[in-house]
Each structure stands twice: as structure tokens, then as C-alpha cells.
């Protein structure tokens, strides 16, 4: 068995004496783990950084054998996440999240290609927090999560929306909401790609697409936690703010 692809370096950690086993995020064959030899050698090591874009070989005898890669760098996005914390910050929680929500061998070209265009803005973080505020409506809505936030879902509105049921995803207009407004959760104008995007706003959108991925999609997955690196990522824009 062999085919090759380009795509994102999700992890990698040291296998037996000098070899690694990484994790790919590809747009043709998903999240695919192999087998790098040599991957802890000087030359090799460098370019298994998580986020870089690797060209990579994946080969077996069987296709449900774990498999070996052979790895060619596109380009490494390390430097630009290495120079502020919270893009380092943004860019462990990307790659955590895939990790954590991906079936294996599953291909989800759609978010493949959000996820290599929000990794390519890494350093912008005049932009960077809005695109990954909107990677994660991408990411819910990919695996089936989608929030609906066309119409107030009691009155059937479509202005004055301000919130989203926590239920069903739905928006909610104040009206709509009446006496359950404070079980409700926020709808800045950004989740519905109005406005500018203000930081108080895209916090907003962070408690609210943090909900429906903890919630829901994390709950779904057999109540597993999110992974930490959402929290922290979360906490960095807050203290840049």
C-alpha cells in the first residue's frame, strides 16, 4: 500500500531508540498516524514541529498497518508561532483539536483547507483571533455541529438576534427569549461575519463556540475533556485584551 499527500503535522513523539511517530492532517486521507525512521536525527527532527506543512510517502504491507512516512518540508510555520504566545498559543489548539475530534483516516477536505489558510495568517494577530473564531464555527459545523443563526428560532425573526439557545443552536431574538434570556448564550454580530470583529466581540464568540464544543461535540465523543490548549489560548487573548 502506498499513496503520497501533502498536508499538516498535527504531533509527533520519539518511537523506540531513533524513531518518531507522527500524525498527518491531510485533505485525502484525514488524520493519519506513521512511523518516521530516523525522525529523531538532527535532520530530520526540525522538521517534525507541529503546524509545519510536510510533503510526505505513507507506505505499508496492509492497509490497516500503522505505516511508515517518508517526509519532505513545504514550508515550517514555527517561527511564526514562536514569536508570541498567543500565536504559539493558537497554534497548539488548532493542532489539538484535530487531534482530539477527527476520526482517523477520514478525509475532511473542506476543513483541511480553513485550517491550512489559518495557519498561513500565524504572526497576523491583528486578523489571526477572528480567523480562528471562525475556524471553530468551520470545525463545529464540519462534524456535524453546525449552529443556525439565520432566524430567531421562536419568532422566526431576522433582526434583533442577540443570542444562541444552547439546546439547538439556533439563534434567539431578545423577544424570543423573554424570561430565559440569562440561560442563553451570546451572539456577537461576529459569529454572523458582520462587523469588524472587536475582542470583547470575538470573546463573546469564544464562550459560545466553546460551549457547543464541550457540550456537545466533546460530550459526543464520550465525555471526554477539550483539550487544555483551547483554555490556555482562550486565557492569552484575554490577557492581550
Not at 498516524?33 to 504491507?61: E, H, N, Y
Amino acid at each position: 500500500m502506498e499513496w503520497r499527500d501533502q498536508g499538516i503535522l498535527l504531533s509527533a513523539r520519539k518511537h523506540g531508540e531513533t524513531s518518531s511517530i507522527i500524525e498527518m492532517f491531510t485533505p485525502t486521507h484525514g488524520r493519519h498516524f506513521g512511523v518516521v525512521r530516523g525522525g529523531t536525527s538532527r535532520k530530520i527532527a526540525p522538521i517534525l514541529q507541529p503546524g509545519a506543512q510536510l510533503d510526505v510517502v505513507w507506505r505499508a504491507r496492509l492497509e490497516d498497518h500503522i505505516g511508515s512516512f517518508s517526509v519532505e518540508p513545504v514550508r515550517s510555520r514555527a517561527a511564526a508561532a514562536m514569536g508570541d504566545r498567543l500565536a504559539l498559543a493558537g497554534l497548539n489548539t488548532v493542532t489539538a483539536l484535530l487531534s482530539f475530534c477527527l476520526p482517523e483516516r477520514e478525509a475532511h477536505a473542506p476543513l483541511y483547507d480553513r485550517t491550512q489558510a489559518l495557519l498561513d495568517l500565524l504572526g497576523q494577530l491583528d486578523v489571526w483571533p477572528l480567523a480562528y473564531l471562525q475556524w471553530e464555527m468551520g470545525l463545529l459545523e464540519e462534524m456535524g455541529y453546525a449552529l443556525d443563526l439565520s432566524a430567531c428560532a421562536v419568532t422566526g425573526a431576522t433582526e434583533g438576534l442577540c443570542f444562541v439557545s444552547p439546546k439547538s443552536g439556533r439563534a434567539v431574538s431578545a423577544k424570543g427569549a423573554g424570561e430565559w434570556a440569562d440561560r442563553m448564550l451570546p451572539l456577537p454580530d461576529v459569529l454572523r461575519g458582520e462587523g469588524e470583529g472587536s475582542d470583547a466581540e470575538i470573546g463573546q464568540g469564544f464562550v459560545t463556540t466553546g460551549y457547543f464544543l464541550e457540550r456537545h461535540l466533546a460530550h459526543d465523543l464520550g465525555g471526554k475533556p477539550l483539550p487544555e490548549a483551547r483554555a490556555r489560548f482562550v486565557e492569552a487573548f484575554t490577557r492581550r485584551r
